[in-house]
């Protein structure tokens, strides 16, 4: 009797309360559901430390620690080997890649595979919608740049990778399948993606920071680069020349925060001083946290991650490598006085020059993380690689000649002149200057291994740091190969 | 008043008269001897109590306020005797005899509680021990959880974190957090404590366990259900049931009791570390050999030694620089408690209440870490007719705590995000608290370990219990119903604030946050029950019901950086950088029907059925129901024809239990989008959107996991009860596991998925003795001990787990234990000269002389998954063992409780890693002096250039493998309760006692403590020190 006035039915009132999510029902529905559906693809491409994914904390790109500096310069003559810290720090500047088999589903690139599929569901979802084609051409495009995009990386990082790029073949067997493209296949979705969306994304979006056509465009040019594909490379090289922007005459001006938008720079990451790197505030600029050592007296950075030395500091090779006109090198210190006035330099033991790239001028406190905007697209590098491009299509031209040196002039000051003439004689000179020139100008922006290994210089370069150049690649986690049943391939050389 | 002054008066005169009677009493040999009986462990009186002359019939009992009067000549023995107390003979010296009698434990008609009913101990048919907390000495504890480490047979008790109010693991032959009910009210069982942002939230070093909301000074029982007598709790069951009945009013005079005392806390040794002349003698070394090692000289390598790095520190400086600041003494203290009961009950046949009062007040040994509980408490039962009695129980709690970012950093930031005792230990001896100008001293991007006392950071919670109910007698010892509602309350706000005076986080910055959660779980319940004679030969004793169990959660925080240092929290419209705010709602409901007979043949034969049918809100509609029945058998061997002549046997049972078990997850089966946490910012942050995510897709397929557990136990009980015990043999299946972040399918854009699949097994056994050791006159010994044990293991897995593999070599099993640790077994270090074995690995330095040799186990030449040891990690057997000696008045009793067979990665050693010193980023334990270096040889731990994490092997390495062994003592009491004259004018019973809780531990492991929970985090955990504590009490009963 009293239970029948408890509960007076089975099922009803026993309905499930679900808080602080959207059903599947009525989402995403209109244009600003899709607008803000859509900004999830850019999560990979902040400068923070990572964000939560129900596997594992995952890294971005452009995280400080597991980012493209510290996979792409680290272990890279540029650099010098650091080890005060063990695990990653030391791996990756001594450019040993053999623990990345081991890694589980957490800080690991490889998860991204499932990222890919994340915006093929993404992009299946504007097509099927009902919003304007307009707002549906845009969003792809926007989706695909970033699908491009991180395909690209996978690709510098482990080679082909499995991918799904069919909608209707999310949620089924084929998600299992980790057999490794073909290259080329796996190169015509990079390419099909960045090149729909260098068509389809605008020259200027109305936010500062959303993908624009020159960032679609700039990687798609290094792909083909990176491919030798150097026919396509300067054909979109050519075409990122005729969009208007122009080299600054001041480069250490492309790195400060109160001139971070200018002419040259194409894209950048929208950075913003204060933060503390967590995924829900705005991406931030850390560097000089690693790049200065304990003692150096930074302008508003006083307390850096360092011990001693800095973590990240270039080598004195590289250093002495520059002509000593070259204003780019002004931004590597190699000689300072330090907090407790004692001057410090490569004859005291200073293990490297500091990289003061990015000055830190900012902030509303003290030893506050940086604000500085970072690029990553770029008119002096896309110049460099176009002449490079046009070197192995015609060799060292007047045109391809003249595109270093302009980049000399308005970067290295007028005082380091042109190229000497010996370097521009053949084409294999140039091209082995040409790695130097690209060494000199994008420096600690993350592209050194990619240039090594498209020069052939990979082995030779890093021998000369005293590193062991195993792959440049990365092997796959060995996970993955035990869920293919063996279909997904380990890396060559592991 | 003036009645009082007259009672004085009129005891005075009896007591003047009593002496004239005892003056003539050597003549008279027979006089008249008046006294009191009461309860030893709560004072209150007892009626009822039959109180004779040994060795004759005369006789005569308690009346109803507990009082006797015989005649009596002195030296003869009176024999005490009543049900549930331990018998008890005096000898009479005097004509005033006040006597404390014990609770009977195991004894056969003992009433255990096991959910919507009760049983006794020789008519149970399942696994379920009972534990009296009223035996347990309480003086230094403010949980229940904290009464119960080694008291029974198959539970496992741990200490999570020993702050105040920290954590204590409890768990059911190994199963984990179990279900509480509390007066049949379902309890959450883990604790409330909101975070502290994301702010600074890697200080967050509290942990804090549940049912902070009661006092344990209430509690009447507690019973562990640890079979498929939990199969009548269903889907929340899995875990087995914790029953926790409080005390109650009894019919009869008012009893009024004050328990009180006072404790003093003292830490254990911590983990020492280096003094400063130590810390700069090593840390010069080590610079040096960095240096050979890299330039390859000797003993590193061939080269001759030359170009050493001038020292950091002169040997002047090593000189003066002497033991430095003592940090841990900066920031540890004495530590006292203050623990004050008082509780006021009685009644009349109509109505009994119940009232109490509690204050308790802990100064942690960690400065800034304390605990100040209030608990009040109301049981009112009214009978105000013969059919109808109605229940009423509040409990109304406060707890403020001060919060200690004991532990370890709970994100990877390393030294800059170091909590006070890791910036203890992090900071070097010889960097002074202060500097020349008094302000604190910087070291590296570690926070000054004292200046972390400055951050502010306080947790209040209050919590609210109502327990009604309704019992209906429709045929009076037949046919009655139960109506129930509860709810429990529980709110926890916690203020965080950390001064810019503090360098934290490499930032001279004010951050702050508040953050604030509550739920409330309701039960409603409604029960029939039936007991009845059905022939001479069946008794059935049968509880129909149905009830509703309803879950809310809420939580809200926000934070900021930058606000002025005065207005600290409490405003943070203040703050002018990183502000966050998060909320979180959740809500779920469980619908039930069940059922339970017990039947009983001939009184030998014993059967009992249970069957529950429970519904879960967040599964989908075609799961959305499951049931779990439960059958058990018992087969009373000593009331048996042929046993009527084994007369030493009181009680010989066996039984048998099967039943099914369940636990729910969350909203698991509902596919949809949220914000993942993410935002992304554009236009140097003027814009911003919140990354709006697919988090799942729908499971409709998704269904209940189930345990299936199985037990067979023997109860026993010999030499007239003397010896009591149990032994039980138990196996749980968990099938169909459910798992909420199970693995997909390495394509899938969902990277976890909730799953069933799996299939894992617990065995075990647990024995529980209790023994009469000496009963004589004056003196009785009296002893109990548990043993427990089990082993879990997988016997299938998710269908997407792949098995841990290394070079092509597979080396975890299907059906590996599921805590199984995997490691390379190493065998001493190298030395300069030896020969490096082929196997052992080159990167992480691991090649140079200072390294463990790895051992190539398969000889093969090369490390591979065959070279990979493992071990299963969990105790193999835990134990509780105490004695109770009485010797007239005095009482002493002496309890441990230990765990064997168990081994563990010691993260304590992470402080004496020597490359974390080297690196200047902090300085470390004194175990860094026995680390290899050039000039000392003979060193055992690793060298300066062993980096294992660099070594790219998929596992560590044994070197912090280690045994966590321990025994511990818990308790050691003495107590004297007074038989004076004078002193029962104006009480019923007084005891005094002393009491020592964690007062010695017998282990090898070196670090703070084998028990306490750790974590591997960057640069060290530092748990909060566990302690001894000291306390001086009384007990009086008025």
């Known amino acids: 009797m009293a239970a029948a006035v408890t509960v007076s039915s089975c099922k009803k009132g026993l309905e499930p309360q679900i808080y602080g999510s959207l059903s599947t029902t009525n989402f995403p529905k209109t244009e600003a559901d899709f607008v803000n559906y859509v900004t999830e693809v850019y999560k990979p491409f902040q400068s923070k430390w990572g964000y939560n994914d129900p596997a594992g904390y995952q890294n971005d790109w452009f995280s400080p620690e597991y980012g493209d500096i510290m996979m792409f310069d680290y272990p890279t003559d540029q650099l010098n080997i650091w080890t005060g810290w063990g695990g990653i720090f030391t791996q990756f500047s001594t450019a040993s890649f053999t623990f990345l088999a081991n890694q589980g589903t957490g800080n690991n690139h490889f998860e991204k595979i499932r990222f890919v599929t994340r915006i093929t569901q993404i992009i299946d979802d504007i097509n099927k919608s009902t919003i304007s084609d307009a707002a549906k051409k845009e969003l792809t495009a926007e989706a695909r740049m970033s699908r491009g995009w991180n395909m690209y990386y996978l ?28 290259r080329e296949a796996f190169l015509a979705s990079i390419v099909g993606d960045l090149t729909y969306a260098a068509q389809n994304l605008p020259k200027s979006p109305s936010d500062y920071g959303r993908f624009n056509q020159a960032i679609a465009l700039t990687v798609l040019m290094r792909t083909y680069m990176n491919e030798k594909d150097f026919v396509n490379a300067e054909k979109t090289g050519r075409q990122i020349m005729t969009m208007g922007y122009s080299l600054v005459t001041d480069y250490a001006s492309l790195f400060m925060e109160a001139t971070e938008r200018n002419n040259e720079t194409m894209w950048a990451i929208s950075c913003v001083p204060d933060q503390d790197g967590n995924e829900n505030h705005a991406s931030f600029n850390p560097w000089v946290f690693y790049t200065y050592p304990k003692d150096y007296p930074g302008n508003r950075v006083k307390d850096s991650f360092a011990g001693g030395d800095a973590p990240v500091s270039t080598t004195w090779a590289f250093y002495n490598s520059f002509d000593a006109a070259d204003k780019r090198r002004n931004l590597l210190i190699a000689s300072y006085t330090n907090k407790s006035g004692v001057v410090r330099n490569q004859a005291n033991g200073l293990s490297g020059p500091v990289i003061a790239k990015y000055p830190d001028l900012g902030g509303a406190s003290l030893n506050a993380y940086q604000g500085n905007d970072i690029p990553k697209a770029r008119l002096g590098d896309v110049m460099l690689q ?14 391809a000649v003249s595109l270093v040196n302009q980049v000399r002039l308005a970067h290295g000051g007028a005082a380091l002149g042109n190229v000497p003439s010996s370097a521009t004689a053949t084409k294999q000179a140039f091209d082995t200057w040409l790695l130097k020139e690209e060494g000199w100008e994008t420096y600690f922006e993350g592209e050194r291994k990619m240039d090594l290994v498209r020069h052939g210089q990979w082995q030779s370069a890093l021998t000369s740091v005293g590193k062991n150049a195993g792959p440049y690649l990365f092997p796959v986690p060995t996970y993955e190969i035990t869920a293919s049943k063996g279909k997904l391939t380990q890396t060559q050389g592991y | 008043m003036q009645n009082s002054t007259f009672q004085f008066w009129r005891r005075l005169c009896l007591l003047v008269f009593a002496l004239a009677m005892l003056s003539v009493s050597g003549v008279y040999a027979q006089q008249t001897v008046t006294g009191t009986v009461t309860s030893k462990e709560d004072g209150t009186t007892l009626p009822g109590i039959s109180v004779s002359i040994k060795g004759t019939s005369q006789g005569t009992a308690t009346d109803a306020a507990g009082k006797f009067s015989i005649k009596a000549a002195s030296g003869t023995v009176l024999l005490f005797r009543g049900l549930g107390y331990d018998a008890k003979e005096v000898t009479v010296s005097g004509s005033t005899l006040n006597v404390t009698l014990d609770t009977k434990q195991n004894g056969l008609n003992e009433v255990v509680v096991i959910g919507y009913g009760t049983t006794t101990r020789q008519n149970i048919t399942t696994a379920v021990t009972k534990v009296d907390p009223k035996k347990i000495p309480q003086a230094a504890n403010n949980s229940i959880p904290q009464l119960l480490f080694g008291r029974a047979s198959g539970l496992q008790v741990s200490q999570g974190s020993s702050q105040p109010g920290g954590n204590i693991n409890l768990s059911i032959r190994g199963r984990g957090n179990p279900l509480y009910v509390v007066d049949g009210v379902i309890f959450p069982g883990d604790g409330l404590e909101p975070g502290n942002g994301t702010i600074a939230g890697e200080t967050n070093g509290v942990s804090r366990g549940g049912l902070a909301g009661l006092n344990p000074d209430d509690v ?9 007598s939990a199969a009548i709790y269903g889907v929340n069951a899995a875990n087995g049931v914790i029953l926790i009945t409080t005390k109650k009013g009894k019919a009869g005079r008012l009893n009024i009791t004050y328990s009180g005392s006072y404790s003093f806390e003292k830490n254990y040794p911590y983990l020492q570390p280096l003094k400063a002349n130590q810390y700069e003698t090593l840390y010069n070394q080590l610079i040096v050999d960095q240096y050979l090692a890299g330039k390859q000289q000797q003993p590193y390598g061939p080269n001759p030694q030359s170009g050493l790095p001038t020292p950091k520190y002169s040997t002047a400086d090593i000189a003066a620089a002497g033991n430095g600041t003592d940090w841990l003494g900066q920031i540890f203290r004495t530590g006292a408690i203050n623990n004050h009961q008082v509780n006021i009950n009685g009644g009349s046949e109509k109505a009994t209440y119940y009232f109490s009062g509690g204050y308790y007040n802990e100064d942690g040994t960690l400065k800034g870490a304390g605990l100040n509980k209030y608990t009040g408490r109301a049981n009112l039962s009214f009978t105000p007719t013969k059919f109808l009695t109605l229940n009423a129980n509040f409990t109304g709690n406060t707890n403020s705590y001060l919060n200690s970012s004991s532990g370890g950093q709970t994100g990877g930031s390393g030294s800059q995000g170091f909590g006070i005792i890791q910036a203890a230990l992090g900071y070097p001896a010889n960097v002074a608290v202060r500097d020349a100008s008094g302000a604190y001293t910087r070291y590296g991007v570690i926070a000054n370990p004292v200046s972390l006392l400055d951050v502010q950071d306080n947790t209040s919670y209050h919590s609210l219990n109502a327990n009604l109910s309704a019992d209906l007698k429709v045929i009076p010892g037949v046919l009655a119903g139960h109506l129930l509602f509860g709810d429990n309350y529980e709110a926890a706000n916690r203020t965080f604030f950390v001064p810019s005076t503090v360098f934290y986080f490499s930032q001279n910055l004010s951050r702050a946050s508040m953050n604030y959660n509550n739920r409330e779980n309701q039960t409603l319940e409604a029960t029939v029950t039936f007991k009845k004679d059905i022939a001479k030969f069946l008794n059935i004793d049968a509880v129909a019901g149905a009830g509703q169990y309803k879950n809310t959660y809420n939580a809200f925080g926000s934070q900021g950086a930058g606000g002025a240092d005065v207005i600290g929290a409490t405003n943070l419209s203040a703050e002018t950088a990183n502000i966050g705010i998060t909320s979180v709602k959740t809500a779920s409901k469980t619908r039930s029907y069940f059922a339970r007979s017990s039947f009983s043949f001939l009184d ?40 009527k002549n084994v007369s030493f046997v009181s009680l010989l049972k066996l039984r048998a239990s099967a039943g099914t078990t369940g636990s729910t997850i969350g909203a698991a089966g509902y596919g949809g989008y949220a914000p993942d946490g993410n935002t992304i910012f554009f236009t140097n942050g003027a814009v911003n959107y919140a990354t709006i995510a697919r988090y799942a897709i729908d499971h409709p397929e998704l269904t209940w996991q189930k345990t299936e557990n199985k037990n067979i136990g023997l109860d026993f009980g010999l030499f007239k009860d003397r010896v009591t015990g149990s032994v039980d043999v138990f196996r749980d299946d968990i099938t169909n596991l459910l798992r909420t972040t199970g693995p997909t399918a390495p394509l899938s854009y969902l990277s976890t998925q909730p799953v069933n699949g799996g299939h894992q097994y617990r ?8 023994t009469q050791n000496l009963k004589l006159h004056d003196f009785s010994w009296n002893s109990a001990v548990n043993v427990s044990h089990y082993t879990y293991r997988w016997k299938s897995r998710f269908v997407y787990d792949n098995l841990l593999a290394y070079q092509g070599v597979t080396y975890q099993a299907v059906n590996d234990p599921v805590n199984e640790i995997y490691y390379f077994k190493t065998k001493g270090l190298l030395q300069p000269g030896q020969t490096v074995p082929a196997s052992q690995p080159t990167a992480g330095g691991a090649n140079l002389p200072g390294s463990p040799i790895y051992v190539d186990a398969d000889g093969d030449g090369k490390l591979t998954g065959a070279d990979i040891a493992k071990l299963n990690p969990d105790p193999k057997i835990s134990i509780g063992f105490g004695n109770d000696f009485h010797y007239k008045q005095f009482d002493l009793s002496i309890f441990f409780y230990g765990q064997f067979g168990g081994k563990g990665i010691n993260y304590n050693n992470a402080w004496g890693d020597p490359n974390s010193i080297v690196s200047s980023t902090q300085s470390g334990t004194v175990q860094a002096l026995n680390a290899w270096t050039s000039v000392n040889q003979s060193g055992t731990r690793p060298g300066v250039n062993y980096i294992e994490s660099a070594t790219g092997l998929p596992q560590g390495s044994d070197i912090n493998l280690v045994s966590t062994n321990f025994v511990r003592c818990r308790n050691l009491t003495l107590g004297y309760t007074f038989n004076s004259p004078w002193l029962n004018k104006f009480t019923k019973s007084v005891r005094v006692f002393v009491d020592a809780q964690n007062l010695f531990i017998i282990t090898k492991y070196k ?26 009490g009384l007990r009086a009963g008025f």
């Open chain 2, 220 to 228: 009447e029982s507690i019973e562990v259900l640890k079979d498929a």
């Open chain 1, 155 to 182: 690709l510098q990082l482990y080679g082909p990778v499995p991918v799904i790029l069919d909608a209707s073949k999310i949620n089924t067997a084929a998600e299992t399948d980790l057999t490794r493209p073909t």
């Open chain 2, 763 to 770: 065995q075990g056994y647990d024995i529980s003795l209790s």
């Open chain 2, 604 to 643: 030998k034969y014993l059967l009992t059925l249970s069957y529950r049918y429970d519904g879960y809100s967040l599964f989908f509609p075609n799961t959305k129901y499951a049931s779990f029945p439960s059958a058990s058998i018992g087969w009373k061997i000593s009331n048996e024809d042929f046993m």
């Open chain 1, 386 to 399: 176009l002449a490079e491009a046009i070197n192995q299509n015609s060799g060292p031209t007047a045109e």
């Open chain 2, 1007 to 1032: 670090g703070v403590d084998p028990e306490v929970s750790y974590a591997s985090v960057k640069g060290g955990y530092a748990p909060y020190p566990m302690f001894r504590t000291f306390s001086f």
